[in-house]
Nanobody
Framework: QSQLVESGGGLVQPGGSLRLSCKVS????????IGWFRQAPGKEREGVSC????????YYSDSVKGRFTISRDNARNTVYLQMNSLKPEDTAVYSC?????????????????????WGQGTQVTVSS
């Protein structure tokens, strides 16, 4: 059983919204930073957003800043990625990843090679 399970992907029209979820099992979110990454066909994986184990430090790539919001619900052991004003170039497989950074730590790893545990991904397609 995967420790990270993504959900919420699908087909949406340009300008629409989706909320992705990353459900964590077998470890406690308050010890882990979580990142969202995406990979479009024929392109390299790109870091989209990440949130610290403390929950109060976040990062967004320039391509999604102002449109996407990352958040976490420690009680549900789930991290969310709210995606608004979606564009066709947002089409990709979105994956979440985890790195143990310590209890309520403010560190936000931005590189994919920093992360040790990955989910399987969920497809997001933005098309009319």
């Amino acid at each position: 059983q995967s420790q990270l399970v993504e959900s919420g992907g699908g087909l949406v029209q340009p300008g629409g919204s989706l909320r992705l979820s990353c459900k964590v099992s077998e470890f406690t979110l308050t010890y882990y930073a979580i990142g969202w990454f995406r990979q479009a066909p024929g392109k390299e994986r790109e870091g989209v957003s990440c949130i610290s184990s403390s929950g109060d430090n976040t990062y967004y790539s320039d391509s999604v800043k102002g449109r996407f919001t990352i958040s976490r619900d420690n009680a549900r052991n789930t991290v969310y990625l709210q995606m608004n004003s979606l564009k066709p170039e947002d089409t990709a497989v979105y994956s979440c990843a985890a790195l143990r950074t310590g209890y309520y730590n403010t560190r936000i790893p931005k590189g994919e090679h920093d992360y040790t545990t990955w989910g399987q991904g969920t497809q997001v397609t933005v098309s009319s």
